[in-house]
């Protein structure tokens, strides 16, 4: 197992922050683009889930699946112990809580990166 320190965990790539948009639109069913507009107009993430007829915890439910299939092969190899999943996935849902019903500042949607204008 490579071990990483603390600093390479809380510094993410500019893609995962693309990746999570993918998850957001994809639930909601429109594009990326569309979905940066909508953010960068001032709207939540809840607010363009709910006037395209999605309910705003399918995002959320979305977002956190993904975190769960992220650390499935942590499970899996039992590097995780039960209560550390229970955190993970609480600490995951608080997370894409807060995503879906936050306001972001204004950005430049391009595939493959977010650049704040």
Do not use: Y
Not at 39 to 66: E, F
Not at 91 to 100: F, I, P
């Amino acid at each position: 197992m490579v071990s990483e320190t603390l600093e390479d965990r809380l510094t993410w790539p500019p893609d995962e922050l693309v990746s999570e948009l993918s998850i957001a639109a994809k639930a909601i069913g429109i594009g990326e683009a569309a979905l940066a507009t909508a953010l960068s107009d001032g709207r939540t993430i809840a607010q363009v889930a709910l006037v395209n007829g999605v309910k705003p915890h399918r995002v959320v439910t979305a977002l956190v699946s993904c975190v769960v299939a992220d650390m499935a092969a942590d499970i899996r190899r039992g590097d995780l112990s039960t209560d550390q999943v229970r955190w993970l996935v609480a600490l995951a849902t608080w997370r894409a809580e807060g995503q879906v019903t936050s306001t972001f500042p204004a950005i430049e949607f391009r595939p493959g990166s977010l650049v704040a204008p």
